[in-house]
């Protein structure tokens, strides 16, 4: 495609769902990240993709998260029992090569609120 | 750990006026990235400006330069003949040279541009 999609883009849930966030990387693009943005503040790392391989979950902030992306292109963030604190806009970002001066493409982001 | 601190939360200018954007960060390594993204209201963060971190020579990018101080750990960012279109949140960041890892953001800061 011609940009990175991510769906929903507006995501409700109440406390104790389970929700999951979809992300569509640029066609090709071999490395896919997840960050968390809370309201007000900056984005914060989750978690880092080459193709299939998950190469850094350090950032996810429990076991109630869970990223996948099993055939190196679509990528799917699940948050199991969401809690209030989950509450945050979720944006997926991709790059060509995963080189580390490369250019990072963003999706506008999935922002969940859980009531 | 590496920080990056952006000290104002808001700012307001008037159109055509020139505005600086103040970031700061800390880390001990020694070859590293920084950059500018912008967000819009839209959620979509979108690179405005890049500097590696060995280079002196400051980056340019059409109406928008930075003032990197590498001894000073500063890297503000500015931006001529203000349009419009410039409001948005923008958020500087950083990003290790010598390994493949994550890009840290600071808090942001909430540039109006008033008509």
């Known amino acids: 495609g011609a940009g990175v999609s991510q769906s929903p883009r507006y995501k409700v849930a109440k406390r104790g769902q389970d929700v999951a966030l979809r992300c569509d990387p640029i066609?090709?693009?071999?490395?896919l990240f997840w960050y968390q943005q809370a309201l007000g503040q900056g984005p914060e790392f989750l978690t880092y993709?080459?193709?299939?391989?998950?190469?850094?979950k350090s950032g996810l902030p429990s076991d109630r998260f869970f990223a996948e992306r099993p055939e190196g292109s679509v990528s799917t963030l699940k948050i199991q029992r969401t809690q209030q604190e989950d509450s945050a806009v979720y944006l997926c970002?991709?790059?060509?090569?995963?080189?580390?001066?490369?250019?990072?493409?963003f999706g506008s982001g999935t922002q969940l609120s859980v009531l | 750990a590496q920080t990056v601190t952006q000290s104002q939360p808001e700012m307001s200018v008037q159109e055509a006026e020139t505005v600086t954007l103040s970031c700061t960060y800390d880390?001990?390594?020694?070859?590293?990235?920084l950059f500018w993204y912008k967000q819009p209201p839209s959620r979509q963060m979108i690179l405005v400006i890049r500097?590696?971190?060995?280079?002196?020579q400051n980056a340019t990018e059409n109406r928008f330069s930075v003032n990197f101080q590498k001894a000073a750990k500063s890297f503000s960012l500015k931006i001529s003949d203000s349009q419009l279109g410039d409001t948005a949140m923008y958020f500087c960041?950083?990003?290790?040279?010598?390994?493949?890892?994550?890009?840290?953001f600071g808090k942001g800061t909430r540039l109006h541009i008033l008509p």
């Open positions: 500097q590696e971190a060995y280079k002196q």
């Open positions: 880390t001990s390594e020694n070859n590293y990235y």
């Open positions: 993709f080459q193709n299939e391989a998950q190469l850094d």
């Open positions: 960041a950083f990003m290790p040279r010598d390994r493949d890892d994550k890009i840290i």
């Open positions: 066609s090709g693009h071999v490395s």
């Open positions: 970002a991709s790059s060509l090569l995963g080189g580390l001066f490369e250019k990072l493409f």
